[in-house]
T-cell receptor
Framework: AQTVTQSQPEMSVQEAETVTLSCTYD???????LFWYKQPPSRQMILVIR??????QNATENRFSVNFQKAAKSFSLKISDSQLGDTAMYFC?????????????FGKGTKLSVKP | GAVVSQHPSRVICKSGTSVKIECRSL??????MFWYRQFPKQSLMLMAT?????????EQGVEKDKFLINHASLTLSTLTVTSAHPEDSSFYIC????????????FGPGTRLTVT
């Protein structure tokens, strides 16, 4: 079975500080994508960052970067210079492709609060 | 951009009535759209995959006759909750795939359904 685990239900960080959200996944597939989605209080799901499993280089998008450890099946998200607008639920997600495409599988989420 | 809209954003209906929720991709064509359900403080649960011009694929445990999905065009998918009951009250979110090769899903803003 393919699963995504986010072990931190809630986290908080001071504005301008750095925070890392953890995510591990389990799959026997070798072709897949990993995503971090953000869901602010408005409930709109927003893609934060994407990582292709075949790429060794960690993806970055401005203040957001990932630490992708394929062997360990770990995909953490680092948010630098945290801003109040980063307050949201963050979901790690996984989708495999190739022989039989799977569905997007979400972790249970981490609620991040950025404090002024 | 990749904008997905949903209508209505909120709906209240009486038990036994049917409710239709629309999901539109505004600036791209989507051969595949997805319908999710999100319970309070929980992750997204995939209900069904909607394919343009063909029948939807439902996840295990989702009643096909209760949650009718129609994907009539490349920019519109509808979810109809038939004979709604209070237990159907939830947040329903749709998503669409703009670039099939990236498996990246763009989400609508969601619809809050309350059945009284």
């Amino acid at each position: 079975a393919q699963t995504v685990t986010q072990s931190q239900p809630e986290m908080s960080v001071q504005e301008a500080e750095t925070v890392t959200l953890s995510c591990t996944y389990d799959t026997s597939e070798s072709n897949y994508y990993l995503f971090w989605y953000k869901q602010p209080p408005s409930r709109q799901m927003i893609l934060v960052i994407r990582q292709e499993a075949y790429k060794q280089q960690n993806a970055t998008e401005n203040r957001f970067s990932v630490n992708f450890q394929k062997a360990a099946k770990s995909f953490s998200l680092k948010i630098s210079d945290s801003q109040l607008g980063d307050t949201a639920m963050y979901f790690c997600a996984f989708i495999n492709y190739g022989g039989s495409q799977g569905n997007l599988i979400f972790g249970k989420g981490t609620k991040l609060s950025v404090k002024p | 951009g990749a904008v997905v809209s949903q209508h209505p954003s909120r709906v209240i209906c009486k038990s036994g009535t049917s409710v239709k929720i629309e999901c539109r991709s505004l600036d791209f064509q989507a051969t595949t759209m997805f319908w999710y359900r999100q319970f309070p403080k929980q992750s997204l649960m995939l209900m069904a995959t909607s394919n343009e011009g063909s029948k939807a694929t439902y996840e295990q445990g989702v009643e096909k006759d209760k949650f009718l999905i129609n994907h009539a065009s490349l920019t519109l998918s509808t979810l109809t909750v038939t004979s709604a009951h209070p237990e159907d009250s939830s947040f329903y979110i749709c998503s669409a795939c703009r670039d099939p090769g990236t498996y990246e899903q763009y989400f609508g803003p969601g619809t809050r359904l309350t059945v009284t």
